[in-house]
């Protein structure tokens, strides 16, 4: 079984732990996802399932053992219990942590912030799935004068999505299929509420930057490309971050146990970005690519 193909689970999974996130990685120090230095904090479990995702190990809001082959001593005490593994084969992907573990884990770094106009984004996995529990946290780093930002594809009620993005100096939104009937059969994505939330928050003058992966055959064609942009277009909203495809998630789809489904995709050109990326400046558009 492909892991894209495993069962869809919803937004509320998570939703009753209040005040413990279920996390499966903290990244310090880094330049994407945002301004400045930043930490990045993964949330996991995510309802779509985007055959390109790199964060596999996102997909399941379950702790998640794997085990390394490469690292097995084959000793055997792992076939009473996996804690028992001298080596270090078995990992666990994903841990519970409360708001104050996890306020202090992300300030070791508040000088970075600082220095750099940096701060701390909420990543996933989609964050919208532990909304109350990353509204409250932002709200405590904002309190603190931090830097806060999101990445989302904004699949949600807006009555969870409101509270976090007004917690939130940017919010990082993809946009993929536009497509209502493609989004929903390719990635179980509400595409028709994707983008009344977006516009909500764009309303609301919340500082939204939209992002388009470029995936080939998914998301990369000219016609999706032309729809995001003439959505865009009647708003305020001048900048677009692209997010070529790349193979990187490979390793974790195999370390999981699934296969991936995107073996064959070859990721974008230059040119193929290059022509994507003139289109939208020739509509008025400051382009990034990457994060
Ligand atoms: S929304 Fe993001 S985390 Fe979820 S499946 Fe798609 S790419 Fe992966």
Not at 71 to 89: I, M, N, Q, T, W
Not at 124 to 140: I, N, P, W
Not at 185 to 197: G, I, L
Not at 208 to 232: K, S, W
Request: hydrophobic share 40%.
């Amino acid at each position: 079984m492909t892991l894209s193909a495993a069962p869809r689970i919803t937004c509320e999974v998570l939703e009753t732990r209040a005040d413990t996130a279920r996390i499966f990685n903290i990244q310090r120090y880094s330049l994407n996802d945002g301004q400045g230095i930043r930490t990045v904090v993964f949330f996991k479990g995510c309802p779509h399932r985007c055959p390109w995702c790199a964060n596999p190990e996102s997909l399941s809001p379950a702790i998640q053992t794997v085990r390394r082959e490469s690292k097995c001593l084959h000793c055997a005490p792992c076939l009473r219990d996996a804690d028992e593994c001298p080596s270090g084969a078995f990992e666990r992907i994903g841990r519970d942590i409360t708001l104050e573990q996890l306020e202090r884990e992300v300030l070791k770094d508040e000088i970075f912030y600082r220095t750099s106009g940096g701060g701390v984004t909420l990543s996933g996995g989609e964050v919208l799935m532990q909304a109350g529990f990353a509204t409250r946290f932002l709200k405590r780093l904002r309190q603190a004068g931090l830097h806060t930002a999101i990445e989302t594809a904004g699949d949600a009620p807006l009555s969870r999505l409101l509270p976090l993005a007004q917690q939130c100096d940017e919010v990082l939104f993809d946009l993929k299929i536009m497509d209502p009937a493609r989004a929903q059969a390719v990635v179980k994505m509400d595409q028709p509420r994707v983008m009344e939330n977006f516009l909500a928050l764009v309303r609301e003058g919340i500082n939204v930057i939209p992002r388009l992966p470029l995936i080939p055959g998914f998301t990369q064609e000219e016609e999706n490309v032309r729809q995001v942009l003439a959505f865009l277009a009647p708003t305020s909203i001048r900048e677009l971050h692209l997010l070529p495809f790349h193979q990187y998630g490979e390793p974790k789809y195999r370390l999981l146990g699934g296969e991936w489904a995107m073996k064959a995709c070859v990721p974008p050109t230059a040119e193929e970005i290059a022509r994507v990326r003139s289109k939208a400046e020739a509509e008025g558009f400051h382009v990034t690519t990457g994060g």
